[in-house]
């Protein structure tokens, strides 16, 4: 089970999206910290959202390891699946 404290988490959503609202309530019940990211309100998030995955479709968890590696993932089952998987 990967534990949460050696990885960077970023969730990009914005408002008005009821996809987004399941992560964010999902977490609500975690023991994790998450850096959200609203893309209608940081012009910057939109941008890295954009780059890496080519699209503004949200939620997306950016997940950073600890040595660096980065990985998007979309689809809002998978990511509270994998959020709920973490060790806080
Ligand atoms: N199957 C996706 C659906 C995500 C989705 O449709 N998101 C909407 C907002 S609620 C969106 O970003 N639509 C705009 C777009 O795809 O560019 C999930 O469960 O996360």
Request: glycine letters at 16%.
């Given at each position: 089970m990967p534990n949460s404290n050696h990885l960077k988490l970023s969730l990009y959503h914005r408002n008005f999206c009821l996809f987004c609202s399941r992560v964010i309530n999902a977490i609500k019940g975690l023991d994790i910290e998450i850096d959200g990211k609203n893309i209608w309100k940081d012009s910057d998030a939109l941008r890295e959202l954009e780059q890496a995955?080519?699209?503004?479709?949200?939620p997306v968890l950016r997940i950073e390891s600890a040595d660096g590696e980065v990985t998007w993932m979309p689809e809002s089952r998978d990511i509270v699946r994998y959020l709920g998987s973490l060790r806080g």
């Open positions: 995955t080519g699209r503004s479709t949200v």
